[in-house]
C-alpha cells in the first residue's frame, strides 16, 4: 500500500482472524491450527497478548523460541500477524520485586496478581519494565517478514483504570501543576472556597479517594482526565519503542469505543496517536435489537479514526462468557454482526478467538474454532465468513458516507455522570443510545463529533447529551447553525464549563443564543411520572425531565400540557442566521422522539428513506466504486430498491434497481 503506516502490511485482503493464544496448546496443535486457518480463509491473527510470562521468564532472562517457530509457521502458511505487546499482564516475578506497582482502589484496596490488568499506570517500575519487554520485542521482530501490525497492550482502560496509590497522588499532583502553574489557578477551577478545601499547599492534594460525602467535582473530573493522560503516556511510550525498532509497521491498540464497555477513556485523544484505529466489540446479548448498539459503537470507532477505515479486532461468533446469561447468536447473526462492522468502515472482522481454551477464566467463551471442533454449526459459520469476506476485498480503504452526526464528548460524560445531579434520572449514555437509535430507525448514517469539530459537511448535527461544553464548541455551534445547519439538542446540554462550574448566567449558557430560549428552573419528574406535550401536530408523551423554557426568539412547537412545567414551551425551534436550532426540553421515546426528529431532518433537507424498520443499509465510497452495505435483520425476505443496477458481491449475481435481500442475510452490492 502507498501510505505504510495505515494497513497491516503486505495484508491483501479484509482482516479475518482472530486471537490466536498457541501457548495454551503443545506446538503438535499448532499444525492443525494453521491448516484449519487456510481452510477458513484466516488472513491475520493477533498473537502474544498474553505472553510476558513466557517470554521473559525472570527479569532479563528472555525465551523467544517459541515465538519464533510460531511466527515462522504462520508466514510459511501466508497468515500475518498482528504481535501483541503483553504488557496488560506482567509477570509474578514483576511484582515479587515491585508489589507497589499493584493498583490500589478509591477506598484503599490494593488489587492481587492472579487477574489481568493489574496495574498502576503511575508506576516507574511498570513502565520501565513495559518499555523494556517491549524493545526486546520490537529488536526481535521489527522486520520479521510475518509481522503487519502491531498490538500494544490490551484493552487499556479496563478492567481498571484509575490507581489512587501514593506514586499515582504525586504523578496527579505533577499533572495539576502543569495544567495550572499555581494553587491560586487551581483553588479557583476546583471552587475550592465551597466546604472549605482551599488547598494552600501542592503535597495536600490528594486523589478523590472516597470520602463522607459527594467529593469535590472538578477535582473528580480531573482526576478522571489525569488518568486517560497517565494511561495514554504509557501507550505512547511502547509506540515509540516500536516506531523506532520497527519503523513501517504501523502500531495500533484495541479500543473499546461502545460506551458501555470502556468509560474511561477519553478515545478522540487516543485515535490521534494510533496508526490504525482499531476496536474490539462484544454484543450486549439479552438487549433487544443489540444490533443498534454494534452500528453505533462502529460509527464512533470510525468518526474516531477521522473517517479513515478501521479495524475490528474482536468481536465472538457466539456466546461470551462474562455477561449474566450467555446467549448464543442466532443462525446468520455471527456473518451480520461481522459485516455490519464492514458496513461500517472496518477493513475486516477478527474475533476473540481463535480456538476455544480448554482452560483458565475464558473457557466458556465462543472462539472460532469451538470445543465442539470442525463439525459444528460455528465452525461452518466461520468458514462461510471467511469465504464472504473474501469477494469484498475491493471495499478495503473506501469510507463510509454519513448523513448526520451527532456530538459526543467522553469528558462531558465523566462530568455528567458525578454526584448530585438534580436527577438521578439524567443518563447521557442513555439519551446518547436513544438519539442513535432514533437515527438509525430513520435509516441515517451518523458519524460522531466532537463538539470543537468542524460540522460544517453534515446538514443535520443532534446533540443527545453534552452537560459540559466550552466556549469554543458553544461558538463553534452558533457559527454551524448561522452558516446554514440545522441542530436538534436534548436537555441538560450546555450547562456547566470544562471545570464544572455553572455558566454564567440563566441556562443553558453555552446554547442559549443558538437555541435562543433560557431555562428559568429545571423541573425533574418523580419516578414513573409522565407529562404531555401538545401542539406540532401530535400529542408527545414525556418521562424524567422538564423544565420552565422561556423562549428568547425560539418559536414553541410543543408545550407542556401539564406537570411542573404545563404552560412553559416543551419543544422549540430556533431560526439563526441561515439555520435552525431545535430543542427538546423532556425525555422523549420511541415514536415521539422520532415525531421531533422528523422535523428537524425536513428543515435538513434529509429525505424519509421507504425501508423496512429491520433493514441497515450503509454506503462505502471508493475510488473503484460504492458499496451498498444492507442487512436485513428481520425474519422475513423484503425486496429493497436500489440507486442504480451493479453485482451483488457476495453472491457473485448481477442486481437490478431492486435487491431481493432474504431474511437475516447481508448484501453488498457494488454500484
Ligand atoms: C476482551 C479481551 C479479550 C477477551 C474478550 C472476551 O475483549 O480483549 O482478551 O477477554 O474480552 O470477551
Known amino acids: 500500500m502507498e501510505h505504510p503506516l495505515t494497513w497491516p502490511v503486505g495484508l491483501d485482503a479484509l482482516a479475518f482472524g482472530g486471537d490466536y493464544n498457541p501457548e495454551q496448546w503443545p506446538e503438535e496443535v499448532w499444525q492443525q491450527d494453521v491448516r484449519l486457518m487456510r481452510e477458513a480463509g ?15 521468564t525472570e527479569r532479563g532472562s528472555y525465551e523467544f523460541g517459541w515465538l519464533d517457530r510460531l511466527l515462522d509457521l504462520l508466514h510459511e502458511n501466508g497468515i500475518r500477524v498482528d504481535l501483541g505487546t503483553p504488557t496488560v499482564v506482567p509477570p509474578a516475578w514483576f511484582y515479587r520485586e515491585h508489589p507497589e506497582a499493584l493498583p490500589v482502589s478509591k477506598d484503599g484496596l490494593r488489587y492481587e496478581f492472579g487477574g489481568r490488568g493489574a496495574i498502576c499506570h503511575s508506576s516507574p517500575a511498570y513502565q520501565e519494565a513495559a518499555a523494556g519487554i517491549t524493545e526486546q520485542l520490537g529488536l526481535r521482530y521489527g522486520s520479521h517478514p510475518a509481522v503487519a501490525l502491531w498490538h500494544v497492550h490490551n484493552e487499556y482502560g479496563v478492567p481498571v483504570s484509575a490507581c489512587y496509590c501514593e506514586t499515582s497522588a504525586a504523578h496527579f499532583r505533577r499533572w495539576l501543576a502543569d495544567r495550572y502553574q499555581t494553587l491560586a489557578e487551581l483553588n479557583s477551577a476546583w471552587g475550592t472556597t465551597f466546604w472549605g478545601q482551599q488547598y494552600n499547599r501542592w503535597d495536600d492534594i490528594r486523589p478523590p479517594r472516597t470520602t463522607p460525602t459527594a467529593g469535590n467535582p472538578a477535582q473528580q473530573l480531573d482526576w478522571a482526565r489525569f488518568t486517560n493522560d497517565a494511561i495514554l503516556a504509557n501507550f505512547k511510550r511502547e509506540r515509540d519503542v516500536l516506531h523506532r525498532l520497527s519503523p513501517g509497521v504501523p502500531v495500533t491498540t484495541n479500543f473499546m469505543t461502545a460506551l458501555s464497555q470502556c468509560e474511561s477513556l477519553d478515545y478522540w485523544a487516543w485515535g490521534r496517536e494510533v496508526d490504525i ?59 451480520r454482526n461481522s459485516l455490519a462492522h464492514v458496513a461500517r468502515g472496518s477493513d475486516g472482522a477478527m474475533f476473540f478467538q481463535w480456538r476455544a481454551s ?21 465452525w461452518r459459520e466461520v468458514v462461510a465468513l471467511g469465504a464472504d469476506l473474501g469477494s469484498l476485498s475491493a471495499v478495503r480503504g473506501s469510507r463510509v458516507k454519513a448523513d448526520a452526526a451527532i456530538l459526543w464528548d467522553w469528558q462531558s460524560w465523566w462530568a455528567q455522570k458525578l454526584e448530585w445531579r438534580p436527577s438521578e434520572d439524567l443518563d447521557a449514555r442513555e439519551r446518547a443510545d436513544a438519539w442513535y437509535a432514533a437515527a438509525f430507525d430513520r435509516h441515517l448514517t451518523v458519524d460522531f463529533a466532537h463538539p470543537e469539530a468542524d460540522l460544517s459537511g453534515y446538514p443535520l448535527v443532534l446533540v443527545p447529551a453534552l452537560y459540559l461544553m466550552t466556549e469554543a464548541a458553544s461558538l463553534n455551534l452558533q457559527e454551524y447553525v448561522a452558516q446554514g445547519g440545522t441542530l436538534a439538542v436534548s436537555y441538560f446540554s450546555g450547562i456547566v464549563d470544562e471545570h464544572d462550574t455553572v455558566q454564567p448566567g440563566p ?58 412545567a404545563a404552560g412553559h414551551p416543551a419543544v422549540t425551534r430556533h431560526t439563526l442566521g441561515d439555520g435552525t436550532a431545535w430543542y427538546v426540553s423532556s425525555r422523549l421515546h420511541g415514536a ?40 436485513n435483520h428481520g425474519s422475513a425476505g423484503v425486496q429493497i430498491p436500489l440507486p442504480g443496477a451493479g453485482v451483488e458481491l457476495i453472491t457473485g449475481q448481477p442486481v437490478g434497481d431492486r435487491l431481493d435481500l432474504p431474511a437475516n442475510s447481508t448484501r453488498v452490492v457494488s454500484i
Not at 49 to 55: H, Q
Not at 289 to 307: E, F, P
Open 42 to 56: 484466516v488472513t491475520m491473527v493477533s498473537v502474544g497478548i498474553f505472553s510476558w510470562a513466557l517470554l521473559e
Open 277 to 335: 484505529v482499531s476496536n474490539d466489540h462484544y454484543l450486549v446479548a439479552e438487549a433487544p435489537r443489540n444490533h443498534i448498539n454494534l452500528a453505533m459503537s462502529a460509527d464512533l470507532t470510525r468518526s474516531v479514526a477521522g473517517g479513515k477505515p478501521w479495524l475490528l479486532l474482536e468481536h465472538s461468533t457466539g456466546a461470551v462468557n462474562w455477561q449474566p446469561r450467555n446467549l448464543i447468536k442466532q443462525p446468520g447473526e455471527l456473518a
Open 358 to 378: 480448554r482452560f483458565g477464566a475464558e473457557k466458556f467463551h465462543s472462539a472460532m474454532l469451538p470445543h465442539a471442533g470442525t463439525d459444528s454449526r460455528i
Open 507 to 564: 441556562h443553558p449558557g453555552a446554547l442559549r443564543d443558538v437555541l435562543g430560549l433560557t431555562v428559568e428552573e429545571f423541573a425533574p419528574l418523580r419516578a414513573g411520572e409522565t407529562v404531555r406535550l401538545t401542539g406540532g401536530g401530535a400529542e408527545l408523551t414525556g418521562d424524567v425531565w422538564s423544565e420552565f423554557v422561556v423562549p428568547r426568539g425560539a418559536e414553541p412547537v410543543w408545550t407542556y400540557a401539564d406537570g411542573p
Open 592 to 631: 415521539d422522539l422520532d415525531t421531533v426528529l422528523a422535523r428537524a431532518c425536513a428543515d435538513a433537507g434529509l429525505a424519509e428513506r421507504e425501508l423496512p424498520r429491520d433493514v441497515e443499509l450503509v454506503e462505502r465510497v471508493g475510488e473503484r466504486g460504492r458499496y451498498l452495505f444492507a442487512i
